[in-house]
């Protein structure tokens, strides 16, 4: 990884977590697509405006989210048993060696994003809520400092929060309908819930019975959005409200985003990682 990598937003979470093109392919249809689709019907800016902002508050994102990464690869591993060791030796010491500075720079690039969808706020007389935004970034940190600290089935919770505030933060930004916390519990039910209790299957937290729930989780996640979809159709037709009709949308795009998975991961023979075997 060369050095001014490290202050280039995404480039490090790529790096670290995804291995493989199908896993960048996986990520792009289920983070900045989904949070696009959660924040552009929501919106009442110019298709110009929402593009501006929704571009600048992803990287405003991504940078501070990035700090969480990096100082549970350079930190927290150094106080575990068996530590996931993301990157090589080399590049650990660089980024141990630089990290205030990456850190730091991290910061400078998300107040340059933030800086511009304000400018763009003010310019433009949208309703962009810049408030909404930075709290939920800040929770974030917050929740991935916890997350870093804790070791405990309290990590679980924790996760919880990191995902919700991963999905909200943006469409908060842009919300401009009528019933906020209706659209949060509808964000939260289309991906974060599933990923929270998928992320409890590991064994270090000692819900056999959970994992044995799920078992495969190729398996599991299309019944999980028929399910949501089926819920969220009945809930749509019933009250009809902007909320809903986005979840409805949402579920049957991730219903068939998981079930074109499941099918890929027949053809390609995917394992469960090595945290998730119960008989390893």
């Given at each position: 990884?060369k050095?001014?990598?490290?202050?280039l937003?995404?480039v490090?979470?790529i790096?670290?977590?995804l291995?493989?093109?199908?896993e960048?392919?996986?990520?792009i249809?289920i983070n900045?697509?989904?949070?696009?689709?959660?924040?552009?019907?929501v919106?009442e800016?110019?298709?110009?405006g929402?593009c501006i902002a929704?571009v600048?508050s992803?990287?405003?994102?991504q940078?501070?989210?990035?700090?969480?990464?990096?100082?549970?690869d350079?930190?927290?591993?150094k106080s575990?048993?068996?530590p996931t060791?993301?990157?090589?030796q080399?590049?650990?010491?660089?980024f141990e060696?630089?990290?205030?500075?990456?850190?730091?720079?991290k910061?400078?690039v998300?107040?340059l994003?933030?800086?511009?969808?304000?400018y763009l706020d003010s310019?433009?007389?949208t309703?962009?809520?810049v408030?909404?935004?930075?709290?939920?970034?800040l929770g974030?940190?917050l929740?991935f400092?916890?997350?870093?600290k804790?070791r405990?089935r309290?990590?679980i919770i924790?996760?919880?929060?990191?995902?919700?505030f991963?999905?909200?933060?943006?469409p908060?930004l842009?919300?401009?309908a009528t019933?906020?916390?209706?659209?949060?519990?509808?964000?939260?039910?289309s991906?974060?819930?599933?990923?929270t209790?998928?992320?409890a299957c590991?064994v270090?937290y000692?819900?056999?019975?959970l994992?044995?729930?799920f078992?495969?989780?190729?398996?599991?996640?299309p019944?999980y959005?028929?399910?949501?979809?089926l819920l969220a159709?009945?809930?749509?037709?019933?009250?009809?409200?902007?909320?809903?009709?986005?979840?409805?949308?949402i579920?049957a795009y991730f219903?068939v985003?998981?079930f074109?998975?499941f099918l890929a991961?027949?053809?390609?023979?995917?394992?469960l990682?090595?945290?998730y075997r119960?008989?390893?």
């Open positions: 990884m050095n001014y990598y490290a202050f937003p995404g490090y979470f790096r670290s977590r291995r493989t093109k199908h960048v392919i996986s990520w249809l900045p697509v989904v949070i696009l689709m959660f924040s552009w019907p919106s800016i110019s298709v110009a929402f929704f600048l992803f990287i405003a994102w940078s501070t989210y990035e700090i969480g990464y990096i100082v549970n350079m930190l927290t591993t575990e048993q068996s060791l993301r990157l090589s080399g590049e650990r010491d660089y060696e630089n990290f205030s500075r990456i850190v730091f720079g910061i400078l998300t107040l994003a933030l800086a511009g969808v304000l310019m433009a007389n309703t962009l809520h408030e909404l935004f930075v709290i939920a970034t974030a940190l929740a400092w916890i997350h870093n804790v405990s309290a990590n924790t996760y919880l929060f990191l995902s919700s991963k999905y909200l933060s943006i908060l842009f919300y401009a019933d906020i916390y209706l659209f949060i519990l509808t964000i939260i039910l991906f974060p819930l599933l990923r209790l998928e992320h590991k270090k000692g819900f056999s019975w994992a044995s729930f078992g495969s989780f190729d398996r599991f996640r019944k959005y028929g399910v949501v979809t159709l009945g809930l749509a037709v019933w009250d009809g409200s902007p909320e809903l009709r986005i979840w409805l949308a579920s219903l985003v998981r074109v998975g991961s027949r053809r390609l023979k995917r394992s990682p090595e945290s119960w008989d390893s």
